[in-house]
């Protein structure tokens, strides 16, 4: 406890960070007092209904939890970010196919910047879709007396499109203002920012269900506490979990000075794909719904075996998708050929790039079937009894993001300590992010 005092009154000597983390709360509790706006000619009386419709673990669950609840808010940043971030594998996919933006993501800072613009004009686009998309269910699911100004009216349609547009705009200025001059990558604060804001209520309808039961109550939520630490734990092994390919650079000698010579690693990702292969699972798994039948109401049960089989596969899959969008083997050959850098006992080229796509798609398997394990785990903690707001955080992608944005942001303020000469955050070993 002593050392964790002094952990904090250190990170608060420190003027620049302690200026970023107070900018940072700034506008986060911006966003969160935004989150419970709620859409102008809507009566925030009726959205009872929009609620309960959202509480499940579905797409529209996935939303309410990317925008901190202000989709079941009916709020202006109702769609969140998650038009951003569409927008975004949209790009990361287009980059694949298309030569134009392969050049551009080859061309570093500028590329970047570039990409980023595309970016943008791509999410308005998204959010014009998803705008009307939830104006739409708004009037599917809400009473008739909840728009004020009556319903089909076209001034409040087009109204709140305006307003939806613009507050998932802001919302992303305010993302790219932490990434700057706060502490963290922005866009990913705000969505754990509104996951964490569901955990104090999901914590006292447990501990109010526990209390009511007459036997062993209070033991099982204690149980349940230890359970989620330990599930905590092994998804942060997993999460930090590398394979070190060893790298030998060539020896140059230019001048007095010797250049090279040295052995490197690649530290390759057991599970480089993050949570994105669950977001597309989700994505994927809302579709049979809307056809009904046999085949959607299996798939709406999210306890039931089928869709968790269903769900558990496709996560797997798209592990590898996704892997394989972001980690290039060739490029990373290349890289190390143009660097005077190669394997020992690989020849460089083809031979390296097929030497490191092997090790990926093997240290790929244990990592997509840790990630499909995560991802059931809310379904199997409903099983056994635990309250449905409590069991998300069990898994899936509020689990996963808790994890990858905190150790991101421990890892900056790591840094800061050590380049102050402070001790870091950890008595043994350094802090390491999903990027470490």
Do not use: C
Request: charged share 15%; no cysteine.
């Amino acid at each position: 406890m002593k050392k964790l005092i002094q952990t904090f009154q250190n990170i608060f000597k420190i003027e620049e960070l302690k200026k970023r983390i107070l900018y940072t709360l700034g506008l986060l509790l911006i966003y969160r007092f935004g989150s419970f706006v709620v859409i102008p000619g809507i009566n925030p009386n009726a959205l009872s209904s929009l609620a309960d419709q959202v509480s499940g673990t579905g797409l529209l669950g996935l939303l309410d939890i990317f925008s901190g609840g202000a989709f079941a808010n009916a709020s202006i940043f109702a769609l969140g970010v998650m038009p951003y971030i569409s927008a975004s594998i949209i790009m990361q996919l287009v980059g694949m196919v298309i030569p134009y933006f392969q050049r551009m993501q080859r061309e570093g800072e500028s590329g970047r910047r570039k990409m980023n613009q595309w970016t943008r004009y791509l999410t308005i686009i998204v959010l014009l879709l998803q705008g009307s998309a939830y104006i739409a269910n708004l009037y599917h699911k809400l009473p008739s007396e909840a728009f004020v100004l009556g319903p089909d009216n076209f001034l409040f349609k087009v109204s709140t499109i305006v307003v939806l547009t613009a507050g998932t705009m802001f919302v992303m200025w305010l993302g790219e203002k932490i990434t700057d001059k706060g502490l963290g990558n922005g866009i990913s604060l705000i969505i754990m920012v509104g996951i964490i804001a569901r955990l104090p209520q999901a914590l006292l309808v447990e501990f109010n269900m526990r209390w009511a039961e007459a036997v062993g109550g209070m033991v099982m939520l204690v149980v349940e506490i230890v359970i989620l630490y330990l599930v905590f734990m092994a998804t942060i092994s997993v999460l930090q979990a590398v394979r070190k390919v060893p790298v030998q650079y060539a020896k140059r000698i230019v001048g007095n000075k010797q250049y090279g010579g040295v052995r490197q690693y690649i530290p390759l990702k057991l599970n480089a794909a993050n949570v994105m292969p669950i977001i597309f699972a989700q994505a994927i798994m809302f579709i049979p719904m809307l056809f009904g039948g046999k085949v959607g109401a299996a798939m709406a049960n999210y306890t039931g075996f089928w869709y968790n089989f269903v769900f558990a596969i496709l996560v797997i899959l798209f592990t590898y998708f996704y892997t394989a969008i972001i980690v290039n083997p060739n490029m990373m050959a290349d890289e190390l050929k143009r660097n005077g850098g190669f394997i020992p006992g690989v020849k460089p080229g083809k031979e390296t790039s097929r030497y490191l796509d092997t090790i990926m798609t093997r240290i790929t398997l244990p990592g997509s079937i840790f990630l499909a394990i995560v991802a059931i785990l809310p379904a199997f903690a409903s099983k056994l009894g635990i309250s449905q707001q409590f069991s998300l955080f069990f898994g899936g992608t509020s689990l996963l993001i808790l994890i990858g944005v905190i150790l991101d942001t421990l890892k900056q303020v790591e840094s800061y300590l050590l380049l102050r000469h402070y001790d870091g955050l950890m008595k043994t070993g350094r802090v390491k992010g999903r990027n470490g």
